[in-house]
């Protein structure tokens, strides 16, 4: 069994890992939240030892990203909070176990550790329970694009914008003027003695003449 352990106190950590390791645990110990997140999606923690607030920062996000890593971690969350402010906590974080005080003795947290890893019926009853989660969140992801496909098109804004789209395609379909008349005069004079000139007012004459 392995077990992350991330206290604030480094003698609590120490006196932790100590303990866990008389139990039969393999320790990780780590010092900053930021390892402690890192190793938790890369290895395969079988116990969640960890204070609640670490470096000013909440950690229910460690346990619930070791749960989607490792669906079978256990974690025991270590808070000066009173049950009343905590209870909530156990349907937030399924993986949850036990809720301790900062200052509970290593030898009770090592009961819990090992009590935590042997209640297989509990954990397999919780594993199973989150896949059940997980599929109904998925179908009703798949029933909603579903509804979206299956919604016909609103035409209201359409109708609003008509006008001015009316007015858009008569620009492009008014026939194309003499280029002398879409110029100002000296800027018409300018390209009358260029050489590309003909060329261009000979095609306006044709897509005219065709409109």
Do not use: W
Not at 168 to 175: F, G, Q, S, T, Y
Request: proline share 5%; charged share 25%; net charge negative.
């Amino acid at each position: 069994m392995k077990a992350l352990i991330l206290r604030q106190d480094p003698k609590a950590a120490c006196a932790t890992s100590k303990t866990l390791i008389d139990k039969g645990f393999l320790i990780l110990c780590v010092e900053t939240l930021a390892v402690a997140h890192a190793l938790i999606r890369v290895d395969t923690i079988d116990l969640l030892v960890m204070d609640e607030v670490f470096d000013g920062q909440m950690t229910h996000a460690l346990a619930l990203s070791g749960e989607r890593r490792s669906p079978c971690l256990s974690a025991i969350m270590l808070t000066d909070r009173d049950r009343t402010a905590t209870d909530d906590l156990y349907d937030l974080i399924p993986c949850l176990y036990a809720l301790a005080g900062t200052q509970t003795a290593p030898d009770v947290l090592g009961k819990l550790a090992v009590s935590a890893v042997s209640n297989m019926a509990e954990t397999v009853a919780r594993v199973a329970a989150r896949d059940v989660i997980d599929t109904q969140e998925a179908e009703a992801d798949r029933s909603a694009l579903r509804n979206e496909a299956d919604v016909e098109p609103d035409f209201a804004d359409a109708a609003i914008a008509a006008p001015e789209m009316e007015g858009r395609i008569a620009d492009i379909e008014r026939p194309m003027v003499h280029i002398k008349e879409a110029l100002p005069p000296e800027v018409a004079a300018m390209l009358a003695a260029q050489p590309f000139y003909k060329q261009v007012d000979q095609f306006a004459g044709r897509h005219r003449d065709v409109a």
